[in-house]
């Protein structure tokens, strides 16, 4: 069992990612924005973390940035999801630190491969 981190503004996505990742047996924080997201890992550190690109405030991205300056976090398995698809938004998402990139609409299931893929290699 791991400890996810999973940050989105949008409730319906963040309870399907919450509600896929626990029937795996994970542990879930839940959080509605980057800022959050952040303070959340900081705070207790999980074993990977989900954050949505486009939220109020601190972005997906920023707190990826936040994220990776930590020496603490810095090597934490982050996947970003969002609507974002353009090649340009997947490169900045890489560039920034994401260990892995999904695109919305996203199939639970892959989501829950590419977790348990990370998962793997980190632990």
């Known amino acids: 069992m791991a400890r996810i981190l999973v940050a989105d503004d949008d ?14 047996g994970h542990e879930i924080t839940a959080v509605g924005d980057g800022a959050a997201a ?3 890992c900081q705070a207790s550190r999980p074993d990977l973390a ?11 991205l920023d707190a990826l ?13 982050v996947i970003l999801l969002t609507a974002r698809a353009q090649e340009s938004d997947v490169e ?6 994401a260990d892995d990139y999904i695109t919305k609409p996203f199939s639970p299931r892959e989501l829950a491969s590419r977790v348990e893929a990370l998962l ?4």
Do not use: H, N, Q, W
């Open 92 to 97: 900045t998402g890489f560039d920034s630190g």
């Open 11 to 24: 409730v319906d996505i963040r309870e399907l990612v919450e509600f896929k990742l626990s029937t795996m």
């Open 50 to 60: 989900v954050l949505d690109v486009m939220m109020p405030g601190v972005s997906g």
């Open 120 to 123: 793997s290699r980190s632990g």
């Open 65 to 77: 940035r936040a994220i990776r300056a930590d020496p603490a976090l810095a090597d934490l398995p």
């Open 38 to 40: 952040v303070e959340a």
